[in-house]
């Protein structure tokens, strides 16, 4: 007698399936589909657990541990815990399914994150179960220094260890990333990296792993699939020579992404050894000094960047950032010429360099680029005067296509027709979608703030200042019904009645709308009790947040008497 049962369906669209499932973050129907079936779970679901669990939704990446009562994050670091160990006993072959062998990534900023947890005094119960039976061989301690001597786990020896077990047996790792507590790969990539074929991204805390000649050799022989690096700082004597020396010997065009996140001092060796991937790389996010934004002009041949950000995280008041128009004009023509040639970018971020707004003048115009995120953030000794940039105001009209802007300026001596530049052309991108003003809004008013919110539909996060804000601007915000953020940053002077008007307007795209009020003027202040009964009424209308401050402590005076002659 024939079967009546299907056939089962093939494996690739449980595959397709399964990944449609992560992305969803639906963590129950996966959980479902390995526990109701090997095939299920050898059919992709395994993976795509995996995938989100040491993921962008690990503890230590997202905000899943942020406010929980004790009871909750002790339950939240259990979790974490047990996916952490499974992992290990699967690699181990202590587990029904392999599930070391469908990890992509190796994220051992994660591990070293959880093994501080369970550090702490109050974790030593799950510590135990975590190292119990079968991992108690990576149960490694050592004896502080000190007037209070105490045994702590000896984090580094266990990463090396546990990373080497995964590695051998996790053949399709496409990512690994270093802790930020321990320099750890500088020891152990010379063994692991045989064992990375399919390696596509390395995460590099300490960049002085490159320093070694021997290893660089080593990646480059037996990673030829990356194509994604991240260094966050470098120890080394010359990690500009060190860096040069890693991406030059890689085949040429073969990188895609590149990131030094702060601390590296790269500079020529490294610009120009980048250059010779300019037809393969798309993302570059480089913090320089100053001799590093000079060589930005090497990078004549990076013309498909769809990703560019540049910061000089050194700069502070009183070294400021270099104007490089000004000072080094022969630099800033060159590195104009190459931005002029970037038509793929699509986003794009300058922080603390002052000359931004130059540089940035000839990408808007470039009629080909459509950007979608553009940011210029700064801090005291690096924000551009914005009376004296009306050109590169007026060309912010061109980009249409922005759905998220970020602009800090110097609003010093700021005129109506200054004002009046930057609000026509911000009233003209109609796509946005988050919106922060810092500082260049000081000057803002009622009227200023309206008109934005009348324009800009779309908007679900702004940032803004102002001074003398009112009840006026809530009947046009109340109109923005996708938005979830509003900050005031500059002096207002709003009611609870007003407020109140503004609550009731909001709808189903408002739900978790935050409210912040940073500047309310003390002569005006809302009591307490009633900022009581508008966090309520926020909360019982779309489950959102009132935040409430004062522009100084109502309860001092303005001028201390002390102060005068």
């Not at 596509?200 to 290893?215: F, N, S």
């Not at 990076?302 to 004009?329: G, W, Y």
């Not at 470039?366 to 590169?392: C, P, W």
Request: charged share 20%; hydrophobic share 40%; glycine share 6%.
């Amino acid at each position: 007698m024939a079967s009546s049962l299907a056939p089962p369906l093939p494996a690739d669209l449980f595959h397709l399936l399964s990944t449609e499932l992560a992305h969803r973050l639906d963590f129950a129907t996966l959980f479902n589909c390995v526990a109701s079936s090997k095939y299920l779970g050898n059919a992709g679901s395994v993976s795509a657990l995996y995938r989100i669990s040491l993921g962008d939704q690990s503890p230590s990446r997202s905000s899943v541990m942020d406010n929980l009562s004790p009871a909750e994050s002790d339950i939240a670091l259990m979790r974490w815990s047990i996916l952490w160990r499974t992992v290990i006993l699967s690699a181990l072959g202590k587990t029904m399914y392999p599930y070391c062998r469908h990890l992509r990534s190796l994220d051992l900023r994660d591990f070293s994150a959880l093994l501080d947890r369970l550090d702490e005094t109050r974790s030593r119960k799950v510590a135990k179960q975590f190292f119990a039976s079968h991992l108690s061989g990576f149960h490694h301690v050592s004896q502080t220094t000190g007037k209070y001597r105490a045994t702590r786990l000896n984090s580094e020896k266990i990463l090396a260890e546990v990373g080497d077990i995964i590695t051998q047996q996790a053949p399709l790792l496409e990512g690994i990333a270093e802790p930020s507590t321990s320099d750890v790969l500088s020891s152990t990539l010379p063994a692991w990296a045989p064992r990375l074929t399919h390696l596509h991204e390395l995460e590099l805390w300490d960049g002085k792993a490159l320093e070694d000649e021997d290893l660089r050799k080593l990646l480059h022989t037996h990673c030829p699939k990356l194509n994604k690096l991240r260094i966050y700082l470098s120890s080394g004597s010359d990690p500009d020579k060190a860096v040069a020396a890693f991406v030059s010997g890689m085949p040429q065009d073969a990188l895609r992404s590149f990131e030094i996140v702060g601390g590296c001092s790269i500079g020529p060796a490294t610009c120009l050894a980048i250059n010779g991937h300019g037809r393969s790389l798309t993302s570059l996010k480089l913090a320089l000094d100053e001799n590093g934004i000079l060589a930005l002009g090497l990078l004549q041949g990076c013309t498909q960047l769809q990703t560019l950000h540049v910061s000089t995280p050194q700069v502070t008041a009183m070294r400021p950032s270099v104007d490089l128009k000004a000072i080094h004009n022969d630099v800033y023509l060159e590195i104009v010429d190459w931005l002029r040639q970037c038509a793929q970018l699509t986003e794009i971020f300058f922080n603390d360099v002052v000359s931004a707004p130059d540089l940035l003048l000839p990408v808007l115009l470039n009629g080909d680029v459509k950007l979608r995120t553009l940011g210029i953030k700064a801090k005291e000794g690096s924000m551009y005067q914005a009376k004296d940039q009306h050109d590169f105001h007026s060309a912010l009209s061109t980009q249409s296509s922005l759905k998220h802007l970020d602009i800090c300026a110097d609003p010093d001596i700021m005129t109506r027709d200054d004002i009046e530049i930057v609000l026509n052309s911000l009233c003209h991108l109609t796509e946005l979608q988050t919106l922060q003003l810092f500082r260049i809004s000081h000057y803002f008013s009622d009227e200023h703030i309206k008109l934005l919110a009348q324009h800009l539909p779309r908007l679900d996060a702004l940032y803004i200042g102002g001074y003398g804000i009112t009840d006026d601007v809530w009947s046009a915000v109340g109109t923005l019904k996708y938005l979830k953020s509003i900050t005031f940053a500059g002096i207002t002077a709003f009611t609870s009645d007003g407020i109140l008007s503004f609550i009731e307007k909001l709808g189903e795209g408002n739900t978790g709308l935050v409210l912040s009020i940073e500047m309310a003027d003390p002569d005006t202040m809302i009591p307490e009790e009633v900022q009581e009964t508008l966090r309520g009424a926020l909360a019982s209308s779309v489950n959102g947040r009132f935040e409430y401050q004062p522009s100084r402590d109502p309860n001092v005076p303005e001028f201390d008497g002390s102060d005068s002659d």
